[in-house]
């Protein structure tokens, strides 16, 4: 199975600030990776399928690179409803696993 | 606008069963594979289960944790997915959220709309 990594497991930041998420694949994935948002007590939103490819409605300050084992999540400039917790997840095959989730505080 | 809600969820002891509903509207359920993921209190996303669209043979994947013990499906004509969970353990408690999978023709799955989620205690 698929191990993901994600780092930081927390990250405090500034409204405004430049924020990267990194996630680690244990092999890998070309390019079938997901970023999901989440809020406390809500369901995950997509944000990135395919690594890089910014959902319908997605701001444009969030963007997503890498193929292979290594991804990035990068928040431009960090607004207030930017605080969630943001998870990865591979899907190059079955069992599908996510990360850990990073979660993103003031 | 595409729906999906969950129910089902209760409080229940270890060694019984469960089964949950997705109800979705809003797309063409039958072109579409379904997922349930769970989110232990406090815990990150993990992931449960898969169903493909008939199109695409509508077999199921399994976590390890639960293979042999919970059973997904679908009724396409009610536009309704299910999780039958048996043999329930402690570590099965959760919120349980169903969603919808898009896909590189029938072999790459990912999820773009979720429901609110159902949950699941599992306690003596």
């Known amino acids: 199975d698929i191990q993901m990594t994600q780092s930081p497991s927390t990250l405090s930041a500034y409204v405004g600030e430049r924020v990267t998420i990194t996630c680690r694949a244990s092999q890998s994935i070309s390019s079938w990776l997901a970023w999901y948002q989440q809020k406390p007590g809500k369901a995950p939103k997509l944000l990135i399928s395919q690594a890089s490819n910014l959902e319908n409605g997605v701001p444009s300050r969030f963007s997503g690179s890498g193929s292979g084992t290594e991804f990035t999540l990068t928040i431009s400039s960090l607004q207030p409803d930017d605080f969630a917790t943001y998870y990865c997840?591979?899907?190059?095959?079955?069992?599908?696993?996510f990360g850990g989730g990073t979660k993103v505080e003031i | 606008d595409v729906q999906l809600v969950e129910s089902g969820g209760d409080l229940v002891q270890p060694g019984r069963s469960l089964r949950l509903s997705c109800a979705t509207s809003?797309?063409?359920?039958?072109?579409?594979?379904l997922t349930w993921v769970r989110q232990a209190p406090g815990k990150g996303l993990d992931w449960v289960a898969f169903i493909r669209s008939k199109t695409y043979g509508g077999a199921a994947e399994y976590a390890a944790a639960v293979r042999g013990r919970f059973f997904i499906s679908r009724d396409d004509s009610g536009s309704i997915a299910y999780l039958q969970m048996n043999s329930l353990k402690i570590d099965d408690t959760g919120v349980y959220y169903c969603?919808?999978?898009?896909?590189?023709?029938?072999?790459?799955?990912?999820?773009?709309?979720w429901g609110q989620g159902t949950l699941v205690t599992v306690s003596s």
């Open positions: 997840q591979h899907y190059n095959n079955f069992p599908l696993t």
């Open positions: 809003g797309f063409t359920f039958r072109d579409y594979g």
């Open positions: 969603g919808r999978g898009l896909t590189v023709p029938g072999a790459k799955y990912w999820f773009d709309s």
